[in-house]
């Protein structure tokens, strides 16, 4: 079954801004219940993330976000297959990305929707590769 990342990722997606302080965000996210959000940009593009992580470093609540985030930001397109985010998350050791939808935050996606397609029995795992049969040595 090829679920789409559309089908699985939180679609309300909360976003702050650079210039939000470090309280308004770790407010934002302690009344949602989430642990990462997406720092977006004047044109509603994703500038960077911050996470639980990024918070526990912070010096001053009255930093903004933007010098505590993380730049690098991971995006997919929401149209891509979950393996194509499951892929993405694990090569570069993260456990969110941001979903796009030309450029512009439409979602953001996390290890934790992945795991529950496997505990709804939404995805199957295919069986791993058949070992190659060991022929008779050369010299």
Known sequence: MNVKIADVMATQVITAQPHHTIAHVRELMKSNGIHALPIAGPEGEAVGIITTFD????????????????????????????????RLMRNHKVHHVVVTHEKQIVGILSSFD??????????????????????????
Not at 60 to 75: A, D, F, N
Not at 114 to 139: M, S
């Open 114 to 139: 992945l795991l529950q397609l496997v505990e709804n029995h939404r995805f199957v795992a295919k069986p791993g590769p058949t070992p190659k049969k060991q022929g008779p040595k050369r010299d």
């Open 55 to 86: 918070l526990a470093e912070a010096k001053s609540e009255t930093t903004p976000v933007g010098q505590v985030m993380t730049e690098h930001v991971y995006t997919i397109p929401q149209y891509n297959d979950v393996h194509h985010a499951a």
